[in-house]
């Protein structure tokens, strides 16, 4: 099982970007998907979720309004687009998958995850 993350960089505050995740060696379709970061110094906390037929979305109070996450079930990719990005979003970025389908904000639900892309705003 792979997740491989990619998209991060250096983006200005108030700028947009989007994270891709590439998943590859599950049933796709059977996992809810999630977004996770770490920050500097601090824990590492969810971001928000999505679930295996992407009906349903579930965001971190911090998330909600800004960051969105999508998936495309053809291709085994889910997608994290950030909008109005500001200094408290740099973090390391990491996308998570959920074998219990829930998209649950408890990391221990998750059961693979990719290695992290970095995402520095500067203001």
């Known amino acids: 099982v792979q997740l491989q993350a990619s998209g991060g960089g250096l983006v200005q505050a108030g700028g947009s970007l989007i994270l891709s995740c590439a998943v590859s060696?599950?049933?796709?379709?059977?996992?809810?998907m999630g977004w996770f970061r770490q920050a500097p110094e601090k824990e590492r906390e969810f971001v928000g979720a999505?679930?295996?037929?992407?009906?349903?979305?579930n965001y971190a109070e911090s998330a909600k309004g800004r960051l969105t996450i999508y998936r495309d079930n053809a291709k085994d990719m889910v997608y994290l687009r950030m909008d109005r990005l500001n200094a408290e979003d740099t973090a390391t970025y990491y996308c998570?998958?959920?074998?219990?389908?829930?998209?649950?904000?408890?990391?221990?639900?998750?059961?693979?995850w990719g290695q992290g892309t970095l995402v520095t705003v500067s203001s």
């Open positions: 998570a998958a959920d074998k219990y389908g829930r998209g649950h904000p408890e990391s221990s639900e998750y059961e693979y």
């Open positions: 060696g599950l049933h796709f379709t059977s996992y809810a």
């Open positions: 999505i679930s295996p037929g992407a009906l349903t979305t």
